[in-house]
């Protein structure tokens, strides 16, 4: 393991009131990087667009980020939901692990402050007491002599936040995968263009909507709902159009149990990463 050469050029490209910007150059061995190191107004994620050149053979590249935290164990988020791993090698099975996969994040917390590092593509991760490290390209022989030989684009994050895991990681993650897509309208603004609307929303910050979609048989709204922090609750969502019909169902898309809206709201109950999914059909 060797630690890569100092930059060949720090420069400052954006410095904005909405978003300053680090345009880093490196080399390492024969390859070149080109990371853009930006952070927002009001925002608490570092974000790291990095370009890189890969000409390496028999060579991982890893970024590592170590922390002023103690604790024995770092979330890993998988579909659906996160499982927690150890920090530690106290047992055989922890030293044999080189790393672990991830989706979207990890996160390791104390109880009052922690750091999440999320990526848009890189899904191996491993944490060793308060070093997070990610791993963004390698250079095997086999299967395939050239794998990850090239020109590459992707992004990875740092999201320090107070208190322990909570929704925010979990929205942050989400926001730096499907970003907002901003288009310009070729038609005359109606009268309500101003006014927010939202074809759903939820009352509870640990409660995402995952899917929204036409039922496969084309009669109504799937809307799919899931738990993402282990907590039970009880969930209002709501519409910005009457619903006139609510049925849990099954992946099949069977119907398992009716609800009773009222008006253009729902109210229903979820357990710890429970997945649900809810058949909507809309008033006229």
Not at 11 to 40: D, F, H, Y
Not at 87 to 94: A, C, E, I, R, V
Not at 255 to 268: C, D, M, T, V, Y
């Amino acid at each position: 393991m060797f630690p890569a050469a100092p930059a060949t050029s720090i420069e400052v490209v954006e410095s904005g009131p909405l978003r300053a910007c680090l345009e880093i150059k490196r080399a390492i061995l024969n390859s070149s990087i080109v990371q853009r190191v930006s952070l927002t107004h009001n925002g608490a994620r570092l974000d790291f667009r990095t370009e890189v050149d890969w000409n390496e053979r028999h060579v991982l590249l890893k970024a590592a980020f170590p922390l002023e935290l103690r604790t024995p164990q770092t979330s890993f988020e998988i579909q659906w939901g996160h499982v927690k791993r150890p920090t530690h090698q106290n047992t055989s099975w922890d030293w044999a692990k080189f790393e672990s996969c991830a989706q979207k994040w990890i996160d390791l917390s104390e109880p009052d402050y922690g750091v999440s590092l999320l990526n848009d593509c890189k899904y191996g991760h491993d944490v060793k007491d308060n070093v997070m490290r990610i791993t963004l390209l390698r250079s095997p022989a086999m299967p395939d002599p050239d794998a990850d030989a090239g020109h590459h684009e992707f992004t990875y994050s740092l999201l320090p936040h107070s208190g322990g895991l909570s929704s925010e990681t979990i929205r942050q993650a989400y926001a730096l995968n499907d970003p907002l897509i901003a288009f310009q309208a070729t038609t005359e603004p109606c009268a309500t263009a101003n006014t927010p609307t939202s074809m759903f929303s939820l009352d509870r910050d640990n409660v995402l909507i995952e899917t929204i979609k036409q039922a496969e048989d084309g009669n109504g709204i799937i809307v799919r709902p899931y738990e993402t922090l282990g907590t039970r609750c009880t969930v209002s969502l709501q519409s910005d159009f009457k619903i006139q019909s609510c049925t849990i169902v099954n992946l099949l898309e069977k119907q398992l149990q009716p609800l009773k809206p009222a008006g253009s709201e729902i109210r229903f109950d979820i357990k710890p990463f429970e997945i649900l999914s809810l058949r909507l059909t809309m008033a006229e």
